[in-house]
């Protein structure tokens, strides 16, 4: 996208773009935005249409050609068959994960609502709750 390319692969590359940054809002476990992906790509929590969305990702990689295309579309690919392995070869991973995320998230609320507490504390006592 740097480079004045053709149009295809100026889509090709939004594409891409956007691709990586789904892979990446989903895998971050954070409640807000993994609702937020189940409710518009659902398919990415199913081990078959992930699979299929990463080969995909993977060869429109590799259709950028030249070296660092082949490598990334390789990368892509050897991450589908792993992570699909790991998720059909052991369910008890996700358990684990969707565990942890949720623990994550209710020691994030536990940090805002403590913050909102202290702002709200001092917009009513002035001086009061700065350190």
Request: charged content about 20%; overall charge positive.
């Amino acid at each position: 996208m740097i480079t004045l390319p053709s149009l295809s692969t100026w889509v090709l590359s939004i594409y891409a773009t956007c691709g990586g940054l789904l892979i990446c809002i989903l895998e971050t476990q954070l409640k807000f935005l993994r609702v937020m992906v189940a409710m518009n790509f659902g398919f990415l929590f199913s081990s078959f249409w992930r699979f299929m969305f990463y080969i995909i990702m993977g060869s429109m990689a590799w259709s950028y050609g030249g070296i660092l295309g082949k490598v990334v579309g390789i990368s892509w690919i050897v991450v589908a068959v792993f992570n699909t392995y790991i998720i059909m070869r052991y369910p008890s991973y996700r358990k684990m994960r969707d565990q942890i995320a949720e623990e994550e998230d209710k020691r994030i609320e536990g940090r805002i609502s403590k913050q909102v507490r202290k702002q709200a504390f001092s917009s009513i006592i002035p001086g009061r709750g700065k350190k």
